[in-house]
Nanobody, 116 residues
Framework: QVQLVESGGGLVQAGGSLRLSCAASGSIFSINAMGWYRQAPGEQRALVAR???????NYADSVKGRFTISRPNAKNTVYLQMNSLKPEDTAVYYCAVDIPINGRKWGQGTQVTVSS
């Protein structure tokens, strides 16, 4: 069993910042990648940012330069620093971990609301 616990969502004004955290625990022997995805009402879940075990990162074009994903010391915790937030960033944000053989596991999601 793998558990992902997310925190850090909330309500913020446009231009503000939030930091999301996700801690993975359970039967994890190695991790291929960790990432954040988001889903707004009526839309499909989409990648926000992802970091591999080697430290490579990729971001959605809409968040480049504003969001930063990190995984200090390659531990089982991933962060998403979100700056210069916009109303269009409003969504439920999901943490995901890619584990060899077991595939992708998802967190329960945390709401981020950006008011204009």
């Amino acid at each position: 069993q793998v558990q992902l616990v997310e925190s850090g969502g909330g309500l913020v004004q446009a231009g503000g910042s939030l930091r999301l955290s996700c801690a993975a625990s359970g039967s994890i022997f190695s991790i291929n990648a960790m990432g954040w995805y988001r889903q707004a009402p009526g839309e499909q879940r989409a990648l926000v940012a992802r970091i591999t075990s080697g430290g490579s990162t990729n971001y959605a074009d809409s968040v480049k330069g504003r969001f930063t994903i990190s995984r200090p010391n390659a531990k089982n915790t991933v962060y998403l620093q979100m700056n210069s937030l916009k109303p269009e960033d409003t969504a439920v944000y999901y943490c995901a971990v890619d584990i060899p053989i077991n595939g992708r596991k998802w967190g329960q999601g945390t709401q981020v609301t950006v008011s204009s």
